[in-house]
């Protein structure tokens, strides 16, 4: 065991995987920053769509994305125009496999199939391109978060594996198709001024699920799960 500063473990670490050899490391948070943070943001330009899947020793997961370095500017437009550009892409994805670890340990047949169709609402999430944009006034993560539901609703309503769960979504996704244009136009029409969550690291509760939650046609949806 070689036992080196943090900079030179990296180093060593790197120059290892750059081979495709197998390297158990011990370097604390350097590591993972080196994964999730700073080698996306080189060849993407962002953290925020990538997804780091550790498996722990106890046959647990961790299920990680990166945070781009830039969630106070986030907080910061929220306050000041209740926009959120924050892209929950990296979310999404991490919550595949964590269905999938479900499903596999525990024979859970629909953790396996909320798996298989979020997959397939993530591609179609991707193929439109139901990104936040950076512009308050345009979608933001919240449009982003009902586009991935209609979605996953709609693969959900698709397979043929559940009948319950068919019936159950083919619903939900009924409503949701039929009030796209409102509850996206409920979306948007909240942005543009300011709002007070109560506190950054310790927002008011009522307040901060306001802000988080504008669309009463869709909060209604949900809720009525």
């Known amino acids: 065991m070689k036992i080196l500063k943090p900079v030179d473990a990296m180093k060593f670490t790197l120059e290892r995987t750059r081979k495709g050899l197998d390297t158990i490391t011990v370097t604390g948070n350097v590591l993972r920053d080196y994964l999730t943070d700073l080698f996306p943001i080189l060849?993407?330009?962002?953290?925020?769509?990538?997804?780091?899947?550790?498996?722990?020793l106890k046959e647990g997961g961790l299920f990680e994305t990166g945070a781009g370095g830039s969630a106070p500017k986030h907080v910061q437009q929220l306050l000041k125009e209740t926009h959120i550009r924050w892209d929950s892409l990296?979310?999404?994805?991490?919550?595949?496999?964590?269905?999938?670890?479900?499903?596999?340990?525990?024979?859970?047949?629909?953790?396996?199939?909320?798996?298989?169709?979020?997959?397939a609402a993530i591609g179609k999430y991707l193929e439109n391109g139901r990104y936040p944009s950076r512009k308050a006034g345009e979608i933001d993560n919240r449009g982003s978060s009902f586009y991935l539901t209609l979605y996953w609703a709609h693969a959900l309503a698709e397979q043929n594996e559940d009948t319950d769960m068919k019936a159950r979504f083919s619903k939900m996704y009924k409503e949701l198709e039929a009030n796209e244009k409102k509850i996206t136009d409920d979306m948007i029409s909240v942005q543009g001024k300011q709002v007070d969550t109560g506190g950054y690291f310790v927002p008011d509760e009522k307040t901060a699920a306001e802000v988080m939650r504008p669309g009463l046609t869709f909060n209604k949806i949900i809720d009525e799960m």
């Open 43 to 56: 060849e993407l330009g962002t953290s925020a769509r990538m997804l780091s899947i550790v498996p722990l």
């Open 90 to 119: 990296g979310e999404y994805c991490a919550l595949v496999p964590s269905l999938e670890m479900i499903a596999d340990k525990s024979g859970n047949k629909k953790a396996k199939i909320l798996a298989e169709t979020l997959d």
